[in-house]
């Protein structure tokens, strides 16, 4: 299992390294900071609830980027391996200074994860499948709805580092994305996010991860790209209603 982890790591390493080559693009840089509450909610051993909302801003906080929604049906099947189907809303904020609509995205997604350890490193495996719907914006209006298949596939280690399990841990983790569907023509790859950061533990229930994040995103040009970094700060509570 843990030689399978290394074998995808070593598979994406050189798809991200491509896709983060500068070399003749037009690569836009801009600082973002990232917020999100996470909830996993379990019914009995085997169902639960997945929810999270997410704020990412531009320019630090200054400027809005994207607000999400997401909720999603679990079914557990050991404490390693979990499956979802869940849908999420997106309302994204106008691409130009002089717009002022939103533009909403409706997924549908399924998602497989897979936790194990490696000594003392835990180590999740995730594998998400989105059904895109996004509104198309000319002059500040819909105009249309662009379909798309996008597969993620995020690989992340929490590495304690104190001997006290009340002190924050170190986490790395990538995430790659690629899109599917007769409308990709330029940006099969869709963006790769990297983050290094800490975990704290606040309780038995909640805990939190905060770092830095770098977004690496292709445009549908596909000359151009976002290289955002991000503060980034998420939530998570865990509870039981069994």
């Given at each position: 299992?843990?030689?399978?982890?290394?074998?995808?790591?070593?598979?994406?390493?050189?798809?991200?390294?491509?896709?983060?080559?500068?070399?003749?693009?037009?690569?836009?840089?801009?600082?973002q900071?990232?917020?999100?509450?996470?909830?996993?909610?379990?019914?009995?051993?085997?169902?639960?609830l997945?929810?999270?909302f997410?704020?990412?801003?531009?320019?630090?906080?200054?400027?809005?980027?994207?607000?999400?929604?997401?909720?999603?049906?679990?079914?557990?099947?050991?404490?390693?391996?979990?499956?979802?189907?869940?849908?999420?809303?997106?309302?994204?904020?106008?691409?130009?200074?002089e717009?002022?609509?939103?533009?909403?995205?409706?997924?549908?997604?399924?998602?497989?994860?897979?936790?194990?350890?490696?000594?003392?490193?835990?180590?999740?495996?995730?594998?998400?499948?989105?059904?895109?719907?996004?509104?198309?914006?000319?002059?500040?209006?819909?105009?249309?709805?662009?379909?798309?298949?996008?597969?993620?596939?995020?690989?992340?280690?929490?590495?304690?580092?104190?001997?006290?399990?009340t002190?924050?841990?170190?986490?790395?983790?990538?995430?790659?994305?690629?899109?599917?569907?007769?409308?990709?023509?330029?940006?099969?790859?869709?963006?790769n996010?990297?983050?290094?950061?800490?975990?704290?533990?606040?309780?038995?229930?909640?805990?939190?991860?905060?770092?830095?994040?770098?977004?690496?995103?292709?445009?549908?040009s596909?000359?151009?790209?976002?290289?955002?970094?991000?503060?980034?700060?998420?939530?998570?509570?865990?509870?039981?209603?069994?």
């Open positions: 299992m843990f030689k399978n982890s290394f074998k995808w790591l070593f598979v994406l390493l050189p798809l991200v390294a491509i896709g983060q080559t500068h070399t003749e693009k037009e690569v836009n840089s801009q600082v900071s990232w917020i999100s509450w996470n909830n996993t909610i379990k019914f009995n051993e085997h169902w639960g997945l929810t999270d997410h704020i990412r801003r531009n320019d630090f906080v200054s400027e809005d980027s994207f607000y999400l929604v997401r909720g999603a049906a679990s079914y557990t099947v050991n404490p390693k391996l979990t499956f979802a189907l869940g849908y999420a809303h997106v309302w994204l904020a106008p691409t130009k200074s717009w002022n609509t939103f533009a909403n995205e409706d997924r549908i997604y399924q998602q497989v994860q897979l936790l194990s350890k490696m000594g003392s490193i835990s180590v999740s495996q995730r594998i998400r499948n989105e059904q895109r719907w996004q509104d198309k914006m000319v002059n500040d209006e819909k105009n249309d709805t662009r379909f798309t298949d996008r597969l993620r596939y995020s690989l992340s280690f929490t590495i304690p580092v104190f001997k006290k399990k002190m924050p841990s170190l986490v790395i983790s990538d995430e790659i994305f690629i899109n599917f569907g007769k409308e990709v023509v330029y940006n099969t790859f869709d963006q996010r990297i983050f290094v950061g800490i975990k704290q533990v606040i309780n038995p229930k909640l805990s939190f991860d905060f770092g830095y994040m770098n977004v690496y995103q292709q445009k549908y596909g000359y151009q790209y976002d290289s955002n970094h991000t503060i980034r700060l998420f939530f998570y509570y865990n509870t039981s209603l069994k």
